[in-house]
Structures are given as structure tokens and as C-alpha cells.
């Protein structure tokens, strides 16, 4: 549904529209969207949502997309024209092929191609019948088969998809099928797509589908009067498919119904002093309970069309709530029930009356019309019989019957100076015997028996303590066992002695190290093993030994196992026997079962400016925390669940510690600076919208690319990075920073993100409400770029969006150019081996040309010195040669010579006497003792060696099986003997050398035609 922006001639009612006397009802908390956030005008003319889920704004001055977040802003340049035609925004519509189409005041029409971001112009030609009827365009509506309808104030026209020029319908007074008027100020199109279309003389009229005949309707106020203009302002279909609500300024609204053709009227009363202002309507919308919303000169009407009856919502001043502006021109109300209301002032209003979660009981708003005395609220408990106790500041203390609205105040006349006053309260408690025990700021403690009506009251004075030792209350507790303990601010821990009436207490004593940690106390609590808690305010947690009267310490620490902060504001402990610890800056801790370890609860939020101001458990096991940051609610394994603030109606974030309440039907109370809030944790509905997950900017070195922009010779962004699959970069792009938005409305600042750079971060990194990323000096190749978004109340979006990314590499870290250098290094290598090689061989060449000739100089030299050692070597050997032979053969003739003086001798021993013949026989047996064979062999064999060094040696290794004797003849041949020397110098006979050199050829394998003598000269 489009809404008509034409109804400039009513503004001047807003001039005189500065009273406002009517109501603002509490479910309706509005958050304003300005300039602050960076809309470019405050006068906001249309609103729509797109189909992927961003909200646009037509303004005055400029087309704005919007994504919870961030503002992006179109404007109309004249030296552009691929720019918006004019700034002057007054109708928006999307086709189903996702352009943007913009209709301006008196510059025709705009179509913004989302993924090129760029405009094309449509304007009137006058010799062109399928140009636009007019430049000054009024509405906008796309019909059910995808085709575009505008109005303009010089007539109606279509475009059709998938065609760029118009067909233009005009009025004809001689066909009644024409339209009635040319000045078209409002388009719908109902379920069934029967176009609907409202004129500035209040004429409304129809074209059913498929067909080109229009019709109107007859009804009084639809006709044109003499009285003046009376403008169709906005048209909008029942969902139902039932009824048409129209809008005629300043008649009021109209319901026609097209089943019966019947007209109701809806008019402010007559006697309303503003009654023409709030019949003076510019939009409608219907919410998703059937209320008609109508944005009229003094506010915005909520009609109930079963009842006719009105609220009224205008500005308040005293209501940081209320709507900002009484001209409300344009109104949207989204598909998940959000209501957009644009001013002609001050930008747009946000309302979702489904995320008002929490009531909220103070001075201006009430339960049944209860209301508080004062808004602060310090201290809360209840009694047996149901009924909340409530301490306020400047108020005193109030009983509170929820169910029956019954209520009663303690407070004193503050007008005379002797009375004590108790309307400063602090901390208020109910026993077990139904006594109300009220604690104040400086008035000591109050003590009210419901039996007796009586007020007793302690009080620390000058001279008597034991009635209190200090006035300042700062806690209340009643243990299991009746006693009644109470902590001071300055004063300690006070006991309650029944039987005197009296007080014992406990204070921190320097020199005493198990005496309590701090003077100033904030909660106590005894668990379910009976051992009492003290928070104090600023040295952390005490454990007190009741039996022995003294104190364990747990202050905050930086090692582990430790409290985060010396503030404990709450302490809690759940069904499970676990104790959680609310602290003042630190916030929360949690103490197992087994009273063992501590350890800081991580929440996803800055806990180290978080405060806990109490803790209270459901029936189903969460944990619902008042916090600095708001209402939290929290799984003790899944973690946060929920963030609740000002628009869930929330009080102002400041609650106060230990102001919290859980009664005995399950309603939640937490007190704080705005009042009280109080909830049921089972009616907390849950914003079940997935939100769509977009990236909406790229910023490269802490520039924001621009679509189509040329940067360093090429284009970063094609198109729009939310259409992108593939984003190519530089290895020169050193910081990336990705925008992204997680487009659910609710409380968009409570959203949280996840993300994960595949192929750089091994795991999801969650960074709660943040929504961008930076990348820094990437190294070059493929990455995947995963965003993850949820809604406020963390309903995750886990498909989310995923965008590949290539940082391309500088040319020397390129494929190609590795290639290439690898092949240039191997072809300079291969030349420098060449060139080496040829130098070599040159060298070579002349070396060899060298080494020859000095070979050959050398060779002669060679042959010269080893012709004349040869010579002098064979004369020598020659010589060596003759001596053994001359040796040898003056052996043999020794032989000779002694074998003939033995055979003399013997012959002549026959010839001697006998007496002779015995020295003759001593003579032979001298010779044959002293001139053995033996002893000149052994000789032989010295002399041998000399001139043939290692002939034994060499034929006993080649021939290991030749005797001793064989090896002797072999020795004697090697001389070149003949057989007959060789016998002769071995003494023994010729055939004996023959034999043995038989003997030698067979063992040496020696064949019949080869020299024996000649084979032993190798050795």
C-alpha cells in the first residue's frame, strides 16, 4: 500500500495544533529515528519495506535505505544523471524484480538498479503518449501480476513488466469507463488485485482484473462538493479481503464494504476542539489486531472498527516515549507487526507494540490504577497472604494486593522536625511471624506487627547502641532458624537478640584478620546448607562461621578461582545448590555446588562494566538477571537467551541491588530508578523472526568502495555488495572492513553477529552486537567470507551469507610469472653453464694442445731417461745376473769339486793301511758335516732375491701347491740353466731335474707348446 503525499493544502492545521489533550497508552513505546542516525530530512513522506528487508524513506531531501543500523542516503546531483531525478521524495513501490521505483514531487520518476545503484529517469514528454502523464507523481502501487501503477496530478499510468514505456488513462467525460479525475492522490490493490484509486476531490474509483474499465463509487462523501477540496489521502485493503479503508482529508475515515456495498463513517466527535485536526488524515494503515492506525494534523488516531472508539497518541515532553511529532504523514505497519510513522518534522517513530514485555509501576503508570508513591524502589518482599511490599525513596513503604487493587502506604508527616522519618526507605523484609521489618536511610530500622498495629523503631543514638549500631540499612535477612540479621552502611552486621531486644554485631577489625571483611553491607544470604553469605560493597564476599563467630574471605583477585569484583551487590542460589554472585562493575560469578571453584560467568557482554543488581530463577530453571544493561534472561548452560531495555518495557537501565521479588504465583518483580517492572517469565513472548543476513558496505583501506568506481585502473564493486558472490581484490587492498546488518527491527542494537573468514579463522567468532569486520593485510588467495546473524531475543539466522573472496597475489607472487622466472633462472643457469662449458673446452682445448705437447716433450725426456735408467737398470740386473750365475755355477763346480775329494778319499781309504782308514773316515764325515747342499742353497737363495725380489712370494701365490725342491728348480730355470747346471747345483742327477720339470709343467697347467723357462720370467 502506497500512501498519498499530496495534502500540502492541511499543513497549516499543524501550525495551530499545540495543545494536546489526549491520552498515550502505556503499550505504546516509541523509538525515534533523526538525523542523529542519518536521515536526511526530517519530513518523511512514504515508507516501505523491500523485499529483501532493508526500510526506505522518502523525505524531503532524499531517498534513505535503512537496516537497523546504518543510513544510506540518495541524492539528486545536476551533473549526474544517473542520479535520483529530483530529492524531493514522494512515493516508493518495489517491482518484483527488485528495482526501487521513486516517485518525486515535480521531476518525474526515478528507477534505482539496487545491484548497479544507479538511477534511470522517467518524465513527461508532450510529443510522446507513452511518456509519464505528469512530473508531479503522487502514489505508487505494483499490482498482483508485477505491474507498476502511478499516479500523477495530470493522470494515471501503467508500465507493464518487462516494458519501458506507459500506458496512460485519462479522464473522458463522454465514457463512463474513464477515470473521474486526472489527479491521482492514493493507489491499493486488494487480495483478489482489484486496483483501487483515490482522487483529490474524494472521488474513489476501481479497475477489476483483466479488464480497462473503471468504476466508481457513489457515496456522499465521494463526490466533490462546492465546499472546497476533500482529498482521497490514502486508500488501504482489510487483509481479510472484506473492506476498503479510505482516508479523506479532512472528513475523516471511511469503511466500504465490498460484499455489501455499505459506507460507515468513523468521525471524531463534534464537540472535540480537535476534531478537524484528527479528521484530517494523510495515511492509514491496519495492525496486525485489526486497530486502524491514522496519522492525522494532531498525532496518530487508533480506531477499534468493532467498536468505533478512539485513542489518541500525541507528544508528550514528560514521555521520552511518546510519538515526536503531531503531523504524521505516512505510516507503515510491517509484516511483523512494527509501526513506522513518518512526521513532517522530526523523522520517523518505531513502535512494536508486541515487544512491550514488561508492565512498569511507577508515578504515571499503574497496575488495576495503583500507582507509587515515589519511583525509586529499593526493597521488595512478600507476605503469607500474597500481597508485595514495596520500599520507595521519598514515598516510604507500600502493601500492594495485585489481585484485589488494594493498597496501603507507611509514611510519616516529614513537616515536624521531632518525628523520625521513614519515607526514606531502603530495604523492607517480612518474617516468619508476618512482621514487617523496614529499613531507611539514616532513620534506623522500623519494625510493623500486623497483629498489634504497633511501629517499633531502632536506632543507633549517642548514648545506646544496642538498639543499632548504625542507621543506615543496606540489607534484611531472616535465616531458617528465626534470626533476623541486618547490614549497615558504615555499621557492620547487626544480630537481632529477641530475648533483649537488642543487637549484637560484627564489625571489620584491622588487627583481626577473621573478623568481617567490610563495614558496608549489601546482600546477605543463607544457603541450603545453612552457611551465611555477605556481600559487601567494597572488599567482596564473607562466609560467616556462626559457631565461632568469625569470617572466611573471598575478595576479588587476579589469580583464579575468585570473585571479579570487591562490590557484591546479589547473591542467589539455585535449585541446584549453585550460588551466583551479582557484583558492582565485575559481573557475574558463579560458586559450584561443591562450594569449590569460582568462576566468572561469560554472558557475551562487557562484563567488566556490567552490573548485576539481582538474580531470580523460574520454574523452568533460568536465570533472570536486572542489570545496567537491562532485564537479562540466562540458561546456565546455553547462556544468554534474551536482552530486554527500554523498548520491551524495560525501566531505565539503573536498577537497585537486591531489589528483586518472586512471588508465589511465578510473577518476577525487579525494582529500580524508573519504578518497579513486573512479569510473568512464561508470558515473555519470543521474537520468532529469522532475520535476512546482508552485507551493506565494503570499505577498502578505510575508503567505502563505491559501485562502478574505477580505483588504481580497476573496479572493486561491479555492483552493490549485497548482490556480489565473488569479490575480487588486490594484494595493494591492505585493510578490508565488511559491513553487515541483520535486518529485524525490534531492537536492532541488540542483534548479534558471528562470523568466520574460511581459510583464516579456524572457528566462528562471535562479537555480539558489532556489526563489521577488518581484515588487514591478507595473503593473497581464496577465502570465504561467513556472517551469521540473529534477531534481539537470538533467533540465529544460520544460513546467514557467504562471500568468496581472492586476493590476487602482486606479479612476482603470481603462477605465471613463477613459471616464467623459473624458466628465465633455468635458461640464464643453462646459458652461464654454457658459456662455462665453452670456456672450459676452449681452456681445455688449449690445456690439451699444452698437455700434448708437453707430453710428447716429456715423452722423450721420459723415454730418454728411461732408455738410459733401462739400460743402466739391465746392466746392472745383467750384472746381477752374471754374479748369481757365476755364483751358482761356482757352486756347482764347489760341488763338483768336494764330490771329487770325497770320491777321492773314499777310493783311497781301500788303498791305506787299515790303522789309516779311520782318520780318512773322519776326514769324510768333517766334509760331508761342513760343506752341506743346505748351507750354500740358503746362500743361493740371498743372492736370488736380491736380483729377483718376490719371485717366491708371487709363484707361491699363483701356485701354492709346488714344493720346496720344485720351487728351487723353478728358480734355478728362472736363471736361465740349463738342465745339466741345474742338477749339478742341486746335486743330483740329470734325469731327476727332467722329472721335476714334468712335476712343475702339470701343476702350473702348463701347455706341451709353451717354454717353461719363458713362463717363469713373469715372476
Known amino acids: 500500500m502506497v500512501r498519498s503525499t499530496h495534502i500540502l493544502i492541511f499543513i497549516v492545521f499543524a501550525m495551530i495544533s499545540n495543545l494536546w489533550a489526549t491520552s498515550d497508552p502505556q503499550q505504546y513505546r516509541f523509538r525515534n529515528i533523526n538525523r542523529d542516525q542519518g536521515l536526511s530530512s526530517g519530513e518523511v513522506l512514504d515508507i516501505m519495506k523491500d523485499s529483501k528487508g532493508f526500510m526506505w524513506f522518502g523525505t524531503m531531501s532524499g531517498l534513505n535505505r535503512w537496516d537497523g543500523r546504518n543510513m544510506r542516503a540518495y541524492y539528486h546531483h545536476p551533473m549526474d544523471s544517473s542520479s535520483i531525478s529530483d ?37 513527461h514528454n508532450p510529443d510522446d503518449s507513452t511518456s509519464l502523464p505528469g512530473n508531479d507523481v503522487t502514489a505508487l502501487q505494483v499490482d498482483l501480476q508485477g505491474r507498476l501503477w502511478i499516479g500523477t496530478q495530470d493522470g494515471l ?44 476531490t474524494s472521488q474513489i474509483f476501481y479497475l477489476e482484473p483483466n479488464t480497462e474499465d473503471f468504476n466508481s463509487l457513489e457515496f456522499k462523501w465521494f463526490k466533490p462538493t462546492g465546499f472546497g477540496t476533500n482529498l482521497v489521502s490514502d486508500l488501504c485493503a482489510d487483509p481479510k479481503g472484506e473492506y476498503i479503508w479510505a482516508s479523506i482529508a479532512p472528513l475523516g475515515t471511511f469503511r466500504y464494504s465490498k460484499l455489501t456495498g455499505e459506507v460507515t463513517t468513523y468521525r471524531t466527535a463534534t464537540d472535540d476542539p480537535y476534531m478537524i485536526n484528527k479528521n484530517a488524515i494523510f495515511s492509514l494503515d491496519i495492525a496486525q489486531d485489526g486497530t486502524i492506525w491514522l496519522g492525522n494534523l494532531n498525532g496518530v488516531s487508533l480506531l477499534n472498527p468493532e467498536t468505533g472508539q478512539y485513542e489518541f497518541l500525541v507528544p508528550d515532553d514528560s514521555n521520552p516515549n511518546s510519538i515526536n511529532s503531531p503531523v504524521v504523514s505516512s505510516i507503515l505497519i ?22 512491550l514485555r514488561f508492565d512498569l509501576l511507577n508515578t504515571s503508570h499503574g497496575f488495576q490504577d495503583q500507582f507509587l508513591p515515589a519511583n525509586p524502589v529499593l526493597g521488595l518482599d512478600t507476605d503469607e497472604s500474597g500481597r508485595i511490599w514495596i520500599s520507595t525513596v521519598g514515598g516510604g513503604f507500600i502493601r500492594m494486593n495485585f489481585l484485589t487493587g488494594d493498597s496501603r502506604h507507611f509514611q510519616t508527616d516529614d513537616s515536624s522536625p521531632a518525628i523520625w522519618s ?21 532513620a534506623g530500622l522500623f519494625r510493623w506487627d500486623p497483629e498489634t498495629e504497633s511501629m517499633d523503631h531502632y536506632r543507633k543514638t549517642r548514648r545506646y547502641d544496642k538498639k ?71 572488599a567482596g564476599l564473607d562466609r560467616m562461621n556462626r559457631s565461632a563467630n568469625t569470617f572466611e574471605h573471598f575478595p576479588k583477585n587476579t589469580q583464579t578461582n575468585f570473585i571479579s569484583s570487591f562490590s557484591v551487590l546479589t547473591l542467589h542460589e539455585d535449585s541446584r545448590s549453585v550460588l551466583w554472585i551479582g557484583t558492582g562493575g565485575g559481573g557475574l560469578c558463579r560458586l559450584d555446588s561443591a562450594r569449590e571453584t569460582f568462576d566468572l560467568v561469560n554472558l557475551g557482554l562487557d562484563s567488566g562494566q556490567m552490573k548485576i543488581y539481582g538474580i531470580l530463577e523460574d520454574d523452568n530453571g533460568l536465570l533472570w538477571l536486572s542489570t545496567s544493561l537491562g532485564i537479562l534472561k540466562f540458561h546456565t548452560e546455553e547462556g544468554l537467551l534474551g536482552t530486554y531495555q527500554a523498548s520491551d518495557g524495560v525501566q531505565n537501565q539503573e536498577f537497585y541491588y537486591d531489589s528483586r521479588l518472586k512471588d508465589q504465583n511465578g510473577y518476577m518483580y525487579f525494582g529500580g530508578v524508573g519504578g518497579l517492572n513486573r512479569f510473568h517469565p512464561d508470558s515473555i513472548g519470543v521474537n520468532n523472526h529469522i532475520p535476512p543476513i546482508e552485507l551493506t558496505n565494503l570499505w577498502v583501506n578505510h575508503e567505502r568502495a563505491e559501485v562502478g568506481e574505477e580505483v588504481d585502473g580497476r573496479i572493486i564493486l561491479p555492483k552493490s555488495i549485497e548482490y556480489m558472490d565473488t569479490l575480487r581484490l588486490s594484494y595493494r587492498d591492505k585493510v578490508l572492513r565488511f559491513d553487515f546488518a541483520a535486518l529485524d527491527y525490534w531492537n536492532p542494537n541488540l542483534n548479534q553477529y558471528q562470523y568466520m573468514l574460511e581459510n583464516f579463522d579456524p572457528e566462528w567468532v ?44 602482486p606479479f612476482w607472487q603470481s603462477t605465471g610469472f613463477r613459471v616464467f622466472m623459473v624458466l628465465f633462472i633455468l635458461s640464464v643457469f643453462l646459458l652461464i653453464m654454457w658459456l662455462r662449458n665453452w670456456r672450459l673446452r676452449v681452456q681445455n682445448q688449449k690445456l690439451e694442445a699444452l698437455v700434448r705437447q708437453r707430453t710428447a716433450e716429456l715423452k722423450v725426456e721420459m723415454e730418454e731417461r728411461s732408455r738410459v735408467e ?58 760331508k758335516s761342513h760343506m752341506t747342499v743346505k748351507q750354500d742353497w740358503q746362500d743361493f737363495e740371498l743372492w736370488f732375491t736380491e736380483v729377483h725380489s718376490g719371485f717366491y712370494e708371487d709363484l707361491r701365490t699363483h701356485h701354492p701347491n709346488l714344493s720346496e725342491n720344485e720351487l728351487k728348480v723353478c728358480a734355478l730355470l728362472r736363471l736361465n740353466l740349463v738342465t745339466k747346471d741345474v742338477a749339478k747345483v742341486m746335486n743330483i742327477q740329470t734325469t731327476s731335474i727332467n722329472i721335476y720339470r ?22
Open 87 to 123: 530529492s524531493r521524495i514522494s512515493a516508493l513501490a518495489e517491482t518484483p524484480d527488485g528495482s526501487i521505483w521513486v516517485g518525486t514531487y515535480d521531476n518525474g520518476l526515478s528507477r534505482l538498479d539496487p545491484q548497479r545503484e544507479v538511477f534511470k529517469r522517467y518524465l
Open 157 to 200: 499510468c501503467r508500465l507493464d513488466s518487462g516494458f519501458d514505456s506507459f500506458i496512460s488513462f485519462h479522464h473522458d467525460s463522454t465514457k463512463n469507463s474513464s477515470i473521474p479525475n486526472d489527479w491521482i492522490t492514493a493507489l491499493e490493490v486488494d487480495s483478489e488485485g482489484t486496483m483501487w484509486f483515490g482522487t483529490h
Open 334 to 355: 510491517d509484516p511483523e507487526g512494527i509501526i513506522w510513522l513518518g512526521s513532517r518534522s522530526v523523522g520517523i517513530d518505531v513502535c512494536n507494540p508486541q515487544q
Open 422 to 442: 521513614m519515607n526514606y526507605g531502603n530495604k523492607i523484609m517480612v518474617d516468619h511471624l508476618q512482621r514487617v521489618w523496614m529499613g531507611t536511610f539514616s
Open 468 to 538: 543499632l549500631n548504625n542507621n543506615d540499612i543496606y540489607a534484611l535477612y531472616e535465616t531458617k532458624d528465626g534470626t533476623v540479621w541486618v547490614g549497615t552502611e558504615g555499621g557492620g552486621l547487626n544480630h537481632y537478640l529477641p530475648e533483649t531486644d537488642e543487637f549484637e554485631y560484627f564489625k571489620h577489625d584491622v588487627g583481626n584478620p577473621q573478623s568481617l571483611c567490610d563495614d558496608n553491607i549489601r546482600t546477605i544470604l543463607e544457603d541450603s546448607r545453612g552457611e551465611l553469605w555477605i556481600g559487601t560493597g567494597n
Open 766 to 809: 562471535n562479537i555480539g552486537n558489532v556489526n563489521s569486520v577488518t581484515y588487514t593485510s591478507l595473503d593473497p588467495g581464496w577465502y570465504s567470507l561467513r556472517i551469521q546473524g540473529s534477531n534481539n531475543d537470538r533467533i540465529w539466522n544460520k544460513v546467514g551469507v557467504q562471500l568468496a573472496i581472492y586476493i590476487k597475489p
Open 870 to 927: 733401462l739400460e743402466k737398470t739391465e746392466q746392472q740386473i745383467e750384472h746381477l745376473r752374471r754374479e748369481l750365475l757365476t755364483k751358482t755355477l761356482h757352486l756347482s763346480e764347489k760341488q763338483s769339486i768336494m764330490d771329487n775329494i770325497q770320491d777321492n778319499l773314499q777310493s783311497l781309504s781301500s788303498e791305506v793301511p787299515p790303522d789309516s782308514r779311520g782318520s780318512i773316515r773322519k776326514l769324510l764325515r768333517y766334509l
Open 998 to 1019: 714334468h712335476r712343475i709343467r702339470k701343476k702350473i697347467n702348463l701347455q706341451s707348446e709353451e717354454n717353461l723357462t719363458t713362463y717363469l720370467s713373469q715372476f
